[in-house]
C-alpha cells in the first residue's frame, strides 16, 4: 500500500508530506539554534568589555572564510543536483551531489583542523565562556553537517534505486534532502559573522 500524498500535493496544505514534515523539523531546528544564538547575545553582553572580542581572535577568519565560500558552493550543487533530475538526467544528478559530498569533507577538514589547533594550543571548551560557546555552536553545527552527509550519501548511493521505479518521488527526497542542507549552511552565514567577525 503506498502512502498518499508522496507524490501530490496535499489539499489542505498545498504541500506533499515530507515537505510539510522538513518545514515542521526545521522550525524546531530554528528554535534550538536560536535559543543557543540567544544565549551567546546574552551572555556577550553580560562580559566584561572586550572579553568576548579578545577571545574572538584566538579564531582563524581566513580558514573560517573558506569554510562559508565551501558550504555556499555546496548549496549551488545541491540544487543543481535536484535540477538535473528535474531535467531527466541522473549523471549530473550523480556527479552534483558528489561534489556536494567532497564539499562537505572539506568542510569537517577544516573544522577538524581549527579544532587540532585550538587544543594544541590548550585551548578547550573549559577554557572560559566565549570557548564554551563557540565548540557548542560549532560542533551542534558540524553534527548537522555530519547527518546531511549521511543522507545525502545513502540518496547518492543505495537509495538512488529508487530513480528507476518511482523518479517524482526521488525527485522530491532529493528536494527535502536540500532544504535541510540549505538550512544547515543557513546556520553557518550566522556563526561566521556572529563568532569569527563581531
Known amino acids: 500500500m503506498e502512502i498518499p500524498y508522496t507524490v501530490e500535493e496535499r489539499p489542505d496544505t498545498g504541500l506533499i508530506n515530507s515537505k510539510l514534515g522538513i518545514w515542521l523539523f526545521l522550525a524546531s531546528e530554528v528554535m534550538l539554534f536560536g535559543g543557543l544564538f540567544s544565549a551567546y547575545v546574552f551572555l556577550r553582553l553580560g562580559a566584561p568589555d572586550g572579553a568576548f572580542h579578545e577571545w574572538g581572535q584566538e579564531l582563524n577568519v581566513p580558514l573560517a572564510t573558506l569554510n562559508t565560500l565551501i558550504l555556499i558552493s555546496s548549496s549551488v550543487t545541491m540544487v543543481m543536483s535536484w535540477a538535473s533530475l528535474k531535467m531527466n538526467d541522473f549523471k549530473k544528478f550523480k556527479m552534483y551531489m558528489g561534489i556536494?559530498?567532497?564539499?562537505?569533507?572539506?568542510f569537517l577538514v577544516i573544522k577538524y583542523i581549527e579544532y587540532t589547533s585550538k587544543f594544541h594550543h590548550g585551548i578547550f571548551p573549559s577554557t572560559n565562556t566565549f570557548m564554551a560557546i563557540y565548540f557548542t555552536l560549532t560542533g551542534l553545527h558540524g553534527l548537522?553537517?555530519?547527518?546531511?552527509?549521511?543522507?545525502?550519501?545513502?540518496?547518492?548511493?543505495?537509495?538512488?534505486?529508487?530513480w528507476k521505479t518511482e523518479p517524482e518521488h526521488f525527485t522530491n527526497r532529493i528536494e527535502i534532502a536540500g532544504l535541510y542542507w540549505h538550512f544547515v549552511d543557513l546556520v553557518w552565514i550566522f556563526l561566521f559573522p556572529v563568532l569569527y567577525l563581531l
Open 100 to 106: 556536494t559530498l567532497l564539499c562537505s569533507v572539506g
Open 144 to 162: 548537522h553537517i555530519i547527518g546531511g552527509m549521511i543522507v545525502n550519501g545513502f540518496l547518492m548511493g543505495p537509495g538512488s534505486k529508487m
